[in-house]
């Protein structure tokens, strides 16, 4: 029988990195997926890295907004009316978690994590010899109305609080920063301790030749055979079963489907997301990715072009695309910025794996010794993956947590 110390299940970018950091302590890591690394959620976001993170994302507070929504005339926000009974009780925590207080403690929750979120992809790139993807520029968030800019008072009170760097900007400055955006915006905020990648895929991917390197072995098979055997873990593999007495699940968004059958049922909530990349018209470009927030669409330069990323879809991780939110934000994309003919004919889409509270699940598995849990990073796969796979290296080789782990544990959903 095959036997290694750690069994790491989904090579998105939290378990790969997780792996990664594992055998960066010297544990023997075998990384299982049913597809190569960073093939599925992983492949296709923003690429930002995003350690500046205040507030999570909210509830709409504006009623025209919300009608609009329902109206599906949203460019930020989609639904299918089908997913609708499984989405409300979703929507009602999050609509609870969305009041302002409750987004302060989060914001207090998740500091430690997204203060390492950076310097731990740093150390990951250093070692994997991926530092040639990162750019250390920033983000830029443009708002197209007064009032909107207006209702950042809190957040940037405290991220003055937290030491996060930030520099409101007027449409001048800017484009100072990026001169090829249009004249629609009134304001601006530039986040220069944020940073981005050109190219998400090749970062998972480098990380797990990087595992490779270390000695880590990356192996075809199905979550689904986990099962106990002998006092061990042991899975399937296309090599054959292997046995670990430490698993990480980090099935991102298809973790339910796994855990159901152990009796672990975290409420876990979809919110579907489109990319399409576009080629800049003459000598246009874009040096950092950039967020229209009314529209709720993001800008990010990409190896692949310019890759244009919209906000949330609810609907079943499983139904066909219905890439519709392009038609709606394109006219005001292109206001914003010369983008000429799409690079490909059909959007790829992806599923945020999103907990209401917006925190991610990391720790043990209730009553189920040796079992980690690794998932639901939202809006944030990319930022926080390394961190994570940090956190939960200290916490399974007994070392001293980076952070307390104890908010992020799936007990608080017993509460
Ligand atoms: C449009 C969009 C833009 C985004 N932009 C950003 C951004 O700018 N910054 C940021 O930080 N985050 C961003 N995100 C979020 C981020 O992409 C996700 O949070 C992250 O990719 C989740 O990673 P993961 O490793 O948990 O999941 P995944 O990448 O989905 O990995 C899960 C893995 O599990 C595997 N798997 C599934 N079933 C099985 C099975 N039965 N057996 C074995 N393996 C299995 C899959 O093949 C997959 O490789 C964005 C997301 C979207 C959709």
């Known amino acids: 029988m095959a036997r290694t110390d750690a069994i790491v299940l989904g090579a998105g970018i939290v378990g790969t990195s997780t792996a990664l950091q594992l055998a960066r302590r010297g544990l023997g890591v075998a990384l299982v997926d049913l597809r190569p690394p960073g093939q599925e959620t992983s492949y296709g976001n923003a690429g930002i890295i995003e350690g500046n993170t205040v507030f999570p994302p909210a509830f709409p507070a504006s009623l025209a907004r919300l009608l609009r929504i329902a109206l599906k005339r949203a460019p930020e926000a989609n639904y299918h009316l089908r997913h609708l009974p499984v989405a409300v009780p979703w929507l009602a925590a999050f609509f609870a978690a969305s009041r302002p207080q409750r987004l302060v403690e989060t914001a207090h929750v998740m500091r430690p994590l997204f203060a390492q979120a950076l310097p731990e992809h740093e150390a990951l790139m250093a070692d994997a010899g991926a530092g040639g993807y990162l750019r250390r520029d920033g983000w830029l968030k ?9 209702a950042l008072g809190s957040e940037l009170e405290l991220a003055a609080e937290f030491g996060i760097a930030c520099r409101p900007l007027d449409p001048d400055g800017a484009r100072a920063l990026e001169p090829h955006l249009g004249q629609v915006f009134r304001h601006a905020v530039h986040w220069p301790g944020a940073a981005s990648v050109s190219n998400p895929l090749a970062v998972t991917k480098a990380y797990a030749a990087r595992l490779a390197k270390r000695g880590g072995v990356i192996l075809t098979g199905n979550a689904r055979s986990l099962h106990r055997a002998d006092g061990h873990w042991r899975i399937e593999t296309a090599e054959g079963p292997l046995d670990a007495p430490e698993v990480v699940l980090a099935l991102g968004p298809f973790a339910p489907e796994l855990l159901a059958p152990l009796g672990i049922r975290l409420p876990l909530g979809i919110k579907r997301g489109y990319h399409l990349h576009f080629r800049a018209r003459g000598n246009a470009a874009l040096t950092r990715p950039v967020v229209d927030i009314e529209n709720g669409y993001c800008l990010a330069p990409m190896e692949q072009g310019i890759r244009l990323t919209t906000g949330a879809e609810f609907a079943a991780r499983t139904a066909p695309p219905t890439p519709v939110q ?3 934000l394109l006219p005001a994309a292109r206001a914003l910025f010369p ?16 907990f209401a509270d917006s925190r991610p699940v990391i720790g043990r598995a209730p009553g189920h010794p040796g079992l980690w849990l690794a998932y639901g990073h939202g809006h944030w796969g990319l930022t926080l993956g390394p961190a994570t796979g940090r956190l939960l290296a200290d916490m399974i080789t007994g070392a001293t947590p980076f952070c307390d782990p104890a908010p992020y544990g799936a007990e608080r959903f017993k509460q």
Do not use: H, K
């Not at 443009?142 to 207006?150: H, M, N, T, V, W």
């Not at 983008?339 to 999103?354: K, Q």
């Open 142 to 150: 443009l708002y197209r109305s007064d009032a909107a800019f207006a």
């Open 326 to 328: 392009f038609g709606r």
């Open 339 to 354: 983008l000429a003919e799409p690079v490909e004919a059909t959007p790829w889409m992806g599923c945020r794996p999103c």
